[in-house]
């Protein structure tokens, strides 16, 4: 008798990744925005502006290392209290115009107290998601990032054109404070922990080992797409494709949003070697196509198999980070995870923009699909060899 699957769409599991919405589309969309305050209020320099949006992810990291370490000794649901009222309260101080070093300074806070806050959101959906349905729930859960990366810019760009700074950051605020509230009404369950060893300071209270292979392909792939979420605009511009660029990340997550629930249980079900390997294909035929784009079509396809490739990659990466855990050292798999996934887009740009001036965007781009390719054959030696393997073993016991 076939036993029902067990629930996913659970009041806290929406609550949670409400909560991971409402951070994520604050952050996306100071990303678009605070650069041009810079500049506007403060006279900013080109690289001071780079800054000021740059500073926001290495708070992040820092805030990531220091919570994954913690959070289990702190409180999953008080760690996120914790975040979340440093990440409104922060949010107040983009009212304060003290200078360009205080803008530094806030967002630079502001970005730790994220760090805190979406790893506790991470954590605590990959622990109330069924072990069943691991891949399937963090697929659902990240569409929440998702939504966010295409809603966020297009508020940003949508209120710059509108309405005043002073009115954009009290709408973050406000979005902030609800966020707040609807972490109020989330049950987190307790974790055993009673038989953990305590560490002293040693890399293993920082990172979790057993996620680090997963977490490197992560930082892989998320080099190659920081390419796309940093330059597209400047690409269109010099193609002559700027109306249709603005579309890019709504196809980029339309695509995720269909895909992500078939590539969730076909994880569950099949092993991430099946949504893995041809979603590198897809992710560099992409990179591809974007690299030769001369048409509004050619470039939001783009979008859309860069959708279908990085977007479930992202996803699936996650859910073999926590699956490979312990329980009781989840929020350092989930912690381990986002630092790689910020250092790959938060300095990817950085050493790409050496780059660009020797290739120009569409070679970069082109480069960018090889680069991919290659890191098939990493995940193959990192991850996905294990994986066969591990499976073959289990078909081989179940047949006996």
Known sequence: MNQPRPKLWTKDFII???V????????YLLMVTIA???????????SQAGLVTGIFIIGTLIGRLYIGRAIDNIGRKKTLYIGLVLFTLTTLLYFFNLGIAFLLFTRFIHGIALGVASTATGTIAAQIIPAARKGEGIGYFSMSTTLATAVGPFIGLLMMQKVSFQMIFAFCLAIGIIALITSFFLYVPAIETSGVK?????????????AVPI??????????Y?????FINFYAIEVD???????????????VLISRPFTGRLMDLKGANYVMYPAFILFAAGMFVLSTANSSFTLLLAGALIGLGFGNMQSCTQAVAVKLTPAHRMGLATSTFFIFLDA???FGPYLLGFMIPVTGYGKLYGMMAIFVLLSAILYFFLHGKKESAALKKLNTSVSA
Do not use: R
């Open 198 to 210: 305590k560490q002293g300071f040693q890399i293993s209270s920082f990172i979790e080992p057993k």
């Open 20 to 27: 991971n919405f409402f951070l994520t589309l604050i952050f």
């Open 16 to 18: 949670v990744s409400s």
């Open 215 to 224: 977490a490197f392909i992560t930082l892989a792939i998320a080099f190659g």
């Open 36 to 46: 041009v305050f810079a500049v506007d209020y403060y006279s900013a320099s080109t």
């Open 241 to 255: 494709l700027v109306k249709a660029a603005s579309f890019f990340f709504l196809i980029y997550s339309a695509a």
């Open 226 to 230: 920081s390419g796309v979420l940093s």
């Open 344 to 346: 790959g887009l938060g």
